[in-house]
Nanobody, 122 residues
Framework: EVQLVESGGGLVQAGGSLRLSCAAS????????IGWFRQAPGKEREGVSC????????VYTDSVKGRFTISSDSAKNTVYLQMDSLKPEDTAVYYC???????????????WGQGTQVTVSS
């Protein structure tokens, strides 16, 4: 079965860190871009970060630059999102998703995980 499975969410105090994992099964990341998205209650889903396995380029939304780091481990077929200096406004359900080859518009992501909750307390 082709799927993405997120893990690593939880409750953390402001200023703390979490590392999210996105593991793929049924396919390899070799020809895909993997993005992290988040959706807070009452808000629209937003793109957080993306990494392309084709050209290695990474993308971050402005609000997480310098705090979040995306990386991939091809041997484990897993993409990580290291989140440091977390803020209450980072609270959301975080999803990973796959798109063909490059980090482009959110519409290009057509395989989604089930999401993992991140809660940052003040």
């Amino acid at each position: 079965e082709v799927q993405l499975v997120e893990s690593g969410g939880g409750l953390v105090q402001a200023g703390g860190s979490l590392r999210l994992s996105c593991a793929a099964s049924g396919f390899t990341f070799d020809d895909y871009a993997i993005g992290w998205f988040r959706q807070a209650p009452g808000k629209e889903r937003e793109g957080v970060s993306c990494i392309s396995s084709v050209d290695g380029k990474t993308v971050y939304t402005d609000s997480v630059k310098g705090r979040f780091t995306i990386s991939s481990d091809s041997a484990k077929n897993t993409v990580y999102l290291q989140m440091d200096s977390l803020k209450p406004e980072d609270t959301a359900v975080y999803y990973c998703a796959a798109a063909p080859r490059y980090c482009r518009s959110s519409r290009s992501f057509d395989l989604w995980g089930q999401g993992t909750q991140v809660t940052v307390s003040s």
